[in-house]
């Protein structure tokens, strides 16, 4: 697709439930980044994918939180028995650079529209 | 951790007026980039900054790399209404996308 796709747009969860979240990268993009954004706050670093390795999960607040991208393409966040702290915006962003030396264009992180969880 | 600290959080000004947000990091830089996100919508990147002491600009809005590479600015002349949103910067550590981390963001209001 044109840009970075995740579903669903809005989730209504109740404490406990477990949720999955789904996101589409731009086509032929190798990195693969998720970030929590809190109403009002910058977005915070999740986990970061190099195609289906995942080079850096420091961010994930707790083992409830667990993301995979197994083919290197489309990835998925999913948290375990939500808890209302949970309840944030979780963006996707996809990029076409690896590590190092890129350029600007390469280097462009694409965010998605996000997927809003609501944990009540 | 490398913290990235953005001034100042919340910014009104007259519609006209010039706005400036600075960012700086408890750590050097390899690289900076700048994303504006409008109200209800998602970071859209602006810019990147690489090299110290780098100046860009994009029509009314000029971005600035320290020489040290801990700090940068984004500069927006005769602010317009369409400008309303949150800036945030992010710096990475690394090369490439890998490991940046956000500021909080400046949110720009602008009254008519």
């Known amino acids: 697709g044109a840009g970075v796709s995740q579903s669903p747009r809005y989730k209504v969860a109740k404490r406990g439930q477990d949720v999955a979240l789904r996101c589409d990268p731009i086509?032929?993009?190798?990195?693969l980044f998720w970030y929590q954004q809190a109403l009002g706050q910058g977005p915070e670093f999740l986990t970061y994918?190099?195609?289906?390795?995942?080079?850096?999960k420091s961010g994930l607040p707790s083992d409830r939180f667990f993301a995979e991208r197994p083919e290197g393409s489309v990835s998925t966040l999913k948290i375990q028995r939500t808890q209302q702290e949970d309840s944030a915006v979780y963006l996707c962003?996809?990029?076409?650079?690896?590590?190092?030396?890129?350029?600007?264009?390469?280097?462009?992180?694409?965010f998605g529209e996000g997927s809003w969880l609501t944990v009540v | 951790g490398q913290q990235v600290m953005q001034i100042p959080q919340y910014q009104h000004v007259q519609e006209g007026e010039d706005f400036t947000t600075y960012c700086n990091s408890s750590?050097?830089?390899?690289?900076i980039q700048w994303y504006k996100q409008r109200p209800g919508g998602h970071p859209v990147f602006l810019i990147q900054l690489v090299k110290s002491g780098e100046v860009k600009k994009q029509k009314r809005l000029t971005f600035q790399f320290g020489e040290a590479k801990k700090n940068s600015s984004l500069h927006i002349t005769a602010t317009q209404t369409t400008d309303v949103g949150t800036y945030f910067c992010a710096g990475g550590p690394g090369g490439g996308a890998d490991g940046l981390t956000f500021g909080k963001g400046t949110h720009l209001i602008i009254q008519p």
């Open positions: 086509s032929g993009h190798v990195s």
């Open positions: 994918f190099q195609n289906e390795a995942q080079l850096d």
């Open positions: 962003a996809s990029s076409l650079a690896l590590a190092t030396g890129m350029t600007e264009w390469e280097n462009t992180i694409y």
């Open positions: 750590t050097t830089l390899s690289n």
